[in-house]
Antibody
């Protein structure tokens, strides 16, 4: 059974940092490109970041609204994908989901609330 | 960035009714590898999104065959042939041909 489980969210002060994790199991993680997608409260889905696999040199890509502040990374030995969020802003508030490149498996999401 | 325009924003349907959702792209989603990476997802209230259709018309495993997708280049349609109560929620088209990947604004399917 494929599982993705996000963690690391919570209440964060503006300008601070948070690191989200997505632990996976049930598939060959190292073969997959992985994605982060977020959803602001009551809003639609927004693609955030992608990290490709070793065969694609672990290339990373970011949405324009997060480029330069967010960093996606992975640990193939642990089957975990991370999202480092720096200089966090109020507009970063929302649920963060990890998913595979095929968008076929999703975690339950982790809530990040930016507030002082 | 590719803009995906979904219509209608809201859809009211009765159980058993057939409905369609349109997704128009600001540029062709035909990739250089010959595939078109246009997907349809459903997000039920309080749940994570669920993949329904990938690459325009391919039904994801486990998804009922009352869902179907069609289209090409810039014009795409999701059809539900006989809405059931479990189909209620927000439908999103999304493209993964051009980075940054983008989603449509969503179509909320409600019971009439």
């Amino acid at each position: 059974e494929v599982k993705l489980e996000e963690s690391g969210g919570g209440l964060v002060q503006p300008g601070m940092s948070v690191k989200l994790s997505c632990a996976t199991s049930g598939f060959t993680f190292s073969d997959y490109w992985m994605e982060w997608v977020r959803q602001a409260p009551g809003k639609g889905l927004e693609w955030v970041a992608e990290i490709r696999n070793k065969a694609n040199n672990y290339a990373t890509y970011y949405g324009k609204s997060v480029k330069g502040r967010f960093t996606i990374s992975r640990d193939d030995s642990k089957s975990i994908v991370y999202l480092q969020v720096n200089s966090i802003r109020s507009e970063d508030t929302g649920i963060y989901y990890c998913t595979t490149y095929y968008f076929d498996y999703w975690g339950q999401g982790v809530m990040v609330t930016v507030s002082s | 960035d590719v803009v995906l325009t979904q219509t209608p924003p809201t859809l009211s349907a009765t159980i058993g009714q057939s409905v369609s959702i349109s997704c128009r792209s600001s540029q062709s989603l035909l990739d250089s590898d010959g595939d078109t990476y246009l997907n349809w997802l459903l997000q039920r209230p309080g749940q994570s999104p669920q993949l329904l259709i990938y690459s325009v018309s391919n039904l994801e495993s486990g998804v009922p065959n009352r869902f179907s997708g069609s289209g090409s280049e810039t014009d795409f349609t999701l059809k539900i042939s006989g809405v059931e109560a479990e189909d209620l929620g927000v439908y999103y088209c999304m493209q993964a041909t051009h980075a940054p990947y983008t989603f449509g604004a969503g179509t909320k399917l409600e019971l009439k």
